[in-house]
């Protein structure tokens, strides 16, 4: 059998959201009556360039329902650098975390779960880590894909009403893909979004965070965003041994990032601070809020009070300016660290999508006005 995320120059789409291929997988561990596809489709990257990319669905139902279904894009936290971290491919080898899958799954949503850019499709990587534009858009066209999906496309009957949901990076994505849809995803039914422990400024992460058990986060964030701006000469802020580095990096995990770069982000740079670099200056500024429009449906935030790894007052700051912004927002707060806030958040966050779900449905991006 063919290498699924091997592109063939024939399948390369140019329609956001078209689904290229498709091929249905089995999950043991969600039980028999889930079904699961993994499916490459087509999206967009920062500079708005059609991209491949690749993502994995999940649905109870038995067969194509004659109402559309109700479809979760749930967006995980970052896993790594290199293709063999695709969530698709970690699912497969049970080292994918599953708590939010099976709590969309038990209330008999569909879930579709994204890659992420250059995640997944052989040849394409490293991943764009904390490239939040790219995140937006393949978040917003696995659920464009995930209607096309032939087992699970109902006939003659509207369009599929959609949450976004993620948690760290993938809450970045989430609130980029709710800011973007506006503008780039009007034919979308989006009822709401959840996004925890969001990074609102990477530049703020990679000066927290470049020294100290974490400091892997802000190479690979160097290493994600010279790649998500592969125009611009980004890397020059390395030494030889930081780029030594970064090309052994780009094909890690988090975990074995996390093991195996200790060091201060300034120990691979020609400079102790590169983030204050021009070129740096200029990215993480496009890169520290979209200004790509205003959500059109509620937004929950929700964040650890302990959290070493993103500061709760970049989630509380995004939740400020929403409610400057008059946007429907609502925020909670978990004692507990980054790790332990994702799983003991996930019924309650279960709870308020599903409410955003039971809404009336968008139109043009817009809510009904009551």
Do not use: K
């Not at 709760?312 to 995004?318: A, K, P, R, T």
């Not at 939740?319 to 978990?334: A, C, D």
């Not at 709870?351 to 449905?361: H, N």
């Amino acid at each position: 059998m063919p290498d699924f995320y091997a592109l063939l120059p024939a399948e390369r789409g140019d329609r956001p959201g078209q689904l290229l291929r498709t091929q249905a997988i089995a999950v043991p561990e969600l039980g028999r009556q889930t079904r699961a596809w993994r499916i490459m489709y087509v999206s967009n990257d920062s500079r708005g360039e059609p991209i491949p990319v690749t993502g994995t669905v999940f649905s109870t139902t038995s067969m194509a329902q004659p109402h559309p279904t109700l479809i979760v894009v749930y967006c995980p936290s970052f896993h790594g650098l290199g293709g063999q971290c695709a969530p698709s491919q970690q699912l497969l080898t049970g080292d994918e975390p599953l708590e939010q899958i099976r709590e969309a799954l038990d209330r008999g949503w569909t879930v579709a779960v994204p890659d992420g850019e250059n995640l997944g499709v052989t040849g394409l990587g490293p991943h764009t880590f904390l490239a939040a534009r790219a995140s937006g858009h393949v978040a917003l066209d696995l659920a464009r894909a995930t209607q096309a999906i032939p087992e699970l496309a109902p006939s003659h009957t509207p369009r599929a009403p959609i949450v976004l949901w993620g948690y760290g990076d993938g809450g970045r994505a989430a609130v980029w893909g709710a800011e973007l849809a506006v503008e780039y995803a009007p034919d979308l039914d989006l009822r709401g979004v959840a996004a925890g422990a969001v990074v609102t400024d990477p530049g703020a992460l990679v000066r927290t965070q470049h020294r100290g058990p974490w400091a892997a986060l802000a190479l690979a964030g160097l290493i994600g965003l010279s790649r998500a701006y592969h125009h611009l000469p980004l890397r020059h802020v390395l030494t030889e041994d930081g780029r030594s580095v970064a090309r052994h990096a780009e094909q890690l995990s988090a975990a074995t990032l996390l093991a195996q770069y200790r060091q201060p982000l300034e120990h691979w740079c020609e400079r102790p601070d590169p983030w204050n670099d021009a070129i740096w200056r200029f990215v993480l500024t496009r890169e520290s809020r979209s200004s790509a429009g205003t959500p059109a449906v509620p937004v929950h935030l929700y964040h650890g009070t302990h959290d070493p790894i993103v500061p709760i007052e970049s989630g509380g700051g995004l939740f400020t300016e929403y409610q400057r912004r008059g946007i429907e927002v609502s925020w909670r707060e978990y004692d507990a660290n980054h790790f332990r806030t994702a799983i003991d958040s996930t019924p309650e966050v279960a709870d308020t999508l599903a409410s955003f779900l039971r809404r009336p449905p968008t139109q043009n991006g817009q809510l009904p006005r009551p």
